[in-house]
């Protein structure tokens, strides 16, 4: 009995879910007194979906080639198996929403989530105003605590949204998508972060925006920017910021960065000018593939107008198999990342700043390899940007990128060259004439180059200087599928005299599998030309450089100096916890009497901030540092971190 009567729970339960799951039918000749529940029976206004509260398994559906002024801010929530549905119905064309001369977005989420947004058209049409932010579709996590999943972003077209151009990036968009608290709250009180997980953003088309086409915050895990295309944008195109292996795919970005720069910009002359067309910042294994970027703009105090951009505090991330065509510069490497790769990309025409590179040369390892770079007109620039002021200009001998294995082919009236740049956008100068004091092989190692270099080709001690011989070079037009030029001829030189790259993603621009031993130069393999490999030579070699690039990464979380507070408990903070497999020890030595205070650095596994007694002064600290040993594999690294009045640390 007692069975028969869970069992009828159970369904009469399962039965109640069902018939909460409603559609719910919108249409510019309906009636808001109406139950909404058929098409005869349709709502009319966007009012009528702002006052609802939906369920999941919840639809609402605006009738197709319908338009309605104004905007939606949505209530209610769904889950990832049972989401709430806003799209459309009854014909192949969307509806459309109208913001306006209306500030803010079109469509909003606020600390909700379980909604999936698709076939609608977004629209402003109104001129820009100072001070009035525009965006199509926001979705915004800020409650402290909050953990949202699941918002999908699909097959809308999102065009004429003329937002604030100054200011930052986010402003104005045509979709963002942000998670974390207030600012004003952070800075107040810092409490417990939301999150948002497992957003799709897929299929739009995005037109005629000012400032940016996508952009997304803090959305840590699950994050996949999709097949999306976009044309005309004042600003940025796509903009990724702190996530955990996000991917950001057959995208195609048309003519981005076109207004921001402006001498006459209305409004505040501090607002930001510098954008790009598809960039990462603080993010994590993250990867940028198969994109194309076409013809960014660049006015004149836009320092940037890349197509692609590993920026602060990018880790481990990847750019490969992408396609950069007539744009100001292929990519761009702020400092503060850590060994990010681009790889098997093909560059044709990127005028001015080819590669542009900021950050350490040996501390944070960044590396291109197996990629094309072609020029037929014009000089492109090999740029290793050392700051905007003289005081405080970079090392030459500390600073660049690794290039491996990579073909430069200049043509025709192109050429490229190596520079040293220094100073502001508009004031910036470039010292052709200096070479870093390095040892042979330092930035450049086995590349081929081929064609004119104003001062010289790079010092390569493993140098091809040779014609690659491409099937058909400068054929390249609009998509991935159009540059089968760029494969080597049988007779190529680059064959087979590729070095080995370890973890190398074992295919080539052209899907290809990279797995004989001798890869070629470029991003093209040839197929059935080399000689077996030696697979447990190169697993070797795979597993002892993730061993020292772990020991690298764990140096690079150490802080720069260490304050000099309470001796009693000596904090030390970390960019992030020490990673599991790492051995090692924190040392200090008293200097008056010789002792030795250590700290095993299993003790400390797991923690982002830890403290050592150190029974002292302040002022004897001052003088000290601590000593730190790393250990994995047979790799070992060792340092010190000075004492200071102030701690440095990475952000």
């Given at each position: 009995m007692k069975k028969y009567i869970l069992v009828c729970a159970v369904l009469l339960s399962a039965v109640t879910i069902m018939a909460q799951q409603k559609t719910y039918f919108v249409s510019p000749s309906g009636n808001d007194s109406a139950t909404g529940l058929s098409v005869g029976d349709a709502w009319k206004s966007l009012d009528k979906i702002n006052n609802t509260v939906f369920l999941p398994g919840d639809h609402i559906l605006l009738e197709s080639g319908g338009e309605w002024s104004g905007r939606l801010d949505l209530r209610g929530s769904g889950t990832a198996e049972e989401p709430v549905i806003l799209s459309s119905f009854g014909g192949s064309s969307r509806p459309v929403i109208n913001l306006g001369k209306l500030e803010g977005a079109a469509i909003q989420l606020h600390n909700t989530g379980g909604w999936e947004i698709s076939n609608l058209e977004i629209t402003s049409m109104a001129a820009p105003e100072i001070g009035k932010t525009r965006l199509g579709i926001y979705v915004n996590v800020d409650q402290e605590g909050l953990n949202v999943d699941h918002v999908v972003i699909k097959n809308c077209f999102i065009h004429d949204i003329w937002g604030q151009m100054g200011g930052v990036s986010i402003r104005s968009s045509a979709i963002l998508v942000n998670c974390g608290l207030p600012r004003a709250q952070k800075d107040a009180a810092p409490g417990v972060q939301p999150s948002l997980s497992n957003v799709l953003i897929e299929g739009n088309r995005i037109e005629r925006v000012d400032k940016t086409g996508i952009v997304t915050n803090s959305i840590w895990n699950g994050l996949v920017v999709r097949r999306n295309y976009m044309d005309n944008l004042g600003g940025d195109g796509i903009i990724v910021g702190g996530s955990y292996r996000a991917l950001v795919e057959f995208n195609e970005i048309r003519r981005s960065c076109l207004r921001s720069g402006y001498l006459d910009l209305p409004g505040d002359e501090n607002?930001?000018?510098?954008?790009?067309?598809?960039?990462?910042?603080?993010?994590?294994?993250?990867?940028?593939?198969?994109?194309?970027?076409?013809?960014?703009?660049?006015?004149?105090?836009?320092?940037?107008?890349?197509?692609?951009?590993?920026?602060?505090?990018?880790?481990?991330?990847?750019?490969?198999?992408?396609?950069?065509?007539?744009?100001?510069?292929?990519?761009?490497?702020?400092?503060?990342?850590?060994?990010?790769?681009?790889?098997?990309?093909?560059?044709?025409?990127?005028?001015?700043?080819?590669?542009?590179?900021?950050?350490?040369?040996?501390?944070?390892?960044?590396?291109?390899?197996?990629?094309?770079?072609?020029?037929?007109?014009?000089?492109?620039?090999?740029?290793?940007?050392?700051?905007?002021?003289?005081?405080?200009?970079?090392?030459?001998?500390?600073?660049?990128?690794?290039?491996?294995?990579?073909?430069?082919?200049?043509?025709?009236?192109?050429?490229?060259?190596?520079?040293?740049?220094?100073?502001?956008?508009?004031?910036?100068?470039?010292?052709?004439?200096?070479?870093?004091?390095?040892?042979?092989?330092?930035?450049?190692?086995?590349?081929?180059?081929?064609?004119?270099?104003?001062?010289?080709?790079?010092?390569?001690?493993?140098?091809?200087?040779?014609?690659?011989?491409?099937?058909?070079?400068?054929?390249?037009?609009?998509?991935?599928?159009?540059?089968?030029?760029?494969?080597?001829?049988?007779?190529?030189?680059?064959?087979?005299?590729?070095?080995?790259?370890?973890?190398?993603?074992?295919?080539?621009?052209?899907?290809?599998?990279?797995?004989?031993?001798?890869?070629?130069?470029?991003?093209?393999?040839?197929?059935?030309t080399g000689v077996f490999a030696d697979k447990a030579k190169e697993a070797q070699m795979d597993e002892d450089a993730r061993d020292a690039s772990s020991v690298a990464w764990n140096k690079w979380s150490f802080p720069l100096a260490v304050k000099a507070g309470d001796p009693a408990a000596t904090e030390i903070v970390m960019y992030q916890p020490v990673e599991e497999g790492i051995t090692g020890t924190v040392t200090w030595t008293n200097p008056a009497n010789g002792k030795n205070v250590v700290l095993p650095l299993e003790k400390i596994a797991g923690k982002k901030t830890f403290t050592m007694a150190l029974k002292t002064d302040r002022e004897t600290l001052l003088g000290t540092t601590l000593k730190v040993q790393l250990k994995k594999g047979k790799y070992t690294e060792e340092f010190e971190i000075p004492f200071s009045e102030k701690p440095a640390r990475r952000k």
């Open positions: 607002w930001w000018p510098h954008t790009a067309a598809c960039w990462l910042i603080r993010c994590e294994e993250t990867i940028m593939q198969f994109n194309e970027v076409y013809d960014t703009g660049r006015e004149p105090k836009n320092g940037d107008g890349f197509a692609y951009d590993f920026d602060f505090y990018c880790k481990r991330c990847i750019a490969q198999y992408n396609y950069s065509k007539d744009n100001h510069g292929f990519l761009l490497l702020m400092y503060d990342i850590f060994q990010n790769v681009a790889r098997y990309n093909i560059s044709v025409n990127d005028k001015t700043h080819l590669v542009q590179m900021q950050g350490s040369l040996l501390d944070d390892g960044n590396v291109l390899y197996n990629n094309i770079f072609y020029v037929d007109h014009g000089t492109l620039d090999l740029d290793f940007f050392r700051g905007d002021f003289p005081e405080t200009a970079k090392d030459i001998n500390k600073l660049g990128a690794h290039f491996y294995n990579n073909i430069f082919y200049a043509t025709g009236q192109g050429r490229f060259r190596t520079a040293y740049s220094l100073g502001e956008t508009m004031k910036r100068q470039f010292d052709e004439v200096s070479r870093p004091d390095l040892p042979a092989g330092s930035i450049f190692l086995h590349n081929c180059y081929f064609g004119p270099w104003k001062n010289g080709v790079p010092d390569d001690p493993e140098a091809l200087v040779a014609d690659p011989e491409f099937v058909a070079p400068g054929t390249g037009g609009i998509g991935l599928c159009t540059l089968d030029g760029y494969k080597l001829k049988s007779t190529s030189p680059c064959i087979n005299t590729g070095m080995y790259i370890p973890n190398h993603g074992g295919r080539d621009f052209f899907g290809n599998a990279v797995e004989d031993g001798h890869p070629d130069m470029g991003a093209f393999e040839a197929i059935g």
